[in-house]
T-cell receptor
Framework: NAGVTQTPKFQVLKTGQSMTLQCAQD?????MSWYRQDPGMGLRLIHY???????DQGEVPNGYNVSRSTTEDFPLRLLSAAPSQTSVYFC?????????FGNGTRLTVT | GEDVEQSLFLSVREGDSSVINCTYT??????LYWYKQEPGAGLQLLTY?????DMKQDQRLTVLLNKKDKHLSLRIADTQTGDSAIYFC?????????????FGQGTTLQVKP
């Protein structure tokens, strides 16, 4: 069972570059979300989706875009990377109960 | 707004019990969760409790919920070195779960042999 798959595992960007973090789930979950994890701050919600075609902002959405064209995929786009976006990013899915997490993408912006 | 607070660090000896505490603010939370994160890995669901329960036990894990004080605890009996990890408390502060959880800062559990 693949569960929630995130790619890439690691990424280094220069300030101003753009990129897309990929997230896919094979559990047919309606709900998907993106969190970032920073030391001492727990996980903070960036964006979430309650179904294909529906997305909404979380606690820290600035500098990120999302779309949900299919149930399976929920990519996170960084429009113009900044050093403040250096973090570990987690994608999660659920069917209305506990969240299932991917293994994360460790992003460094120099 | 909603907030979840945890102490940042706990150190115990192997074989002792560990108790990790958490406080939350949203009294409408319907589910409260404990997740475990090992180094370099994602978050693994350990257990969760419904807000109408006081206690839940699952093998070495006991969750206690004091809804009046908005206090949640996770007790790990006979703590092993493999239990060393970061433990996150999280609440679902909405009437329906939609993938929106509020997480605490995480408690790093260090187990000494």
């Amino acid at each position: 069972n693949a569960g929630v798959t995130q790619t890439p595992k690691f990424q280094v960007l220069k300030t101003g570059q753009s990129m897309t973090l990929q997230c896919a789930q094979d559990m047919n979950h309606e709900y998907m979300s993106w969190y970032r994890q920073d030391p001492g701050m727990g996980l903070r919600l960036i964006h979430y989706s309650v179904g294909a075609g529906i997305t909404d902002q979380g606690e820290v959405p600035n500098g990120y875009n999302v779309s949900r064209s299919t149930t399976e995929d929920f990519p996170l786009r960084l429009l113009s990377a900044a050093p403040s976006q250096t973090s570990v990013y987690f994608c999660a899915s659920s069917e209305g109960g506990p969240l299932h997490f991917g293994n994360g993408t460790r992003l460094t912006v120099t | 707004g909603e907030d979840v607070e945890q102490s940042l660090f706990l150190s115990v000896r192997e074989g002792d019990s560990s108790v990790i505490n958490c406080t939350y603010t949203d009294s409408s939370s319907t589910y409260l969760y404990w997740y475990k994160q090992e180094p370099g890995a994602g978050l693994q669901l350990l257990t969760y409790i419904f807000s109408n329960m006081d206690m839940k036990q699952d093998q070495r894990l006991t969750v206690l919920l004091n809804k009046k004080d908005k206090h949640l605890s996770l007790r790990i009996a006979d703590t092993q070195t493999g239990d060393s990890a970061i433990y996150f408390c999280a609440e679902s502060p909405f009437s329906s779960n939609t993938g929106k959880l509020i997480f605490g800062q995480g408690t790093t559990l260090q187990v000494k042999p």
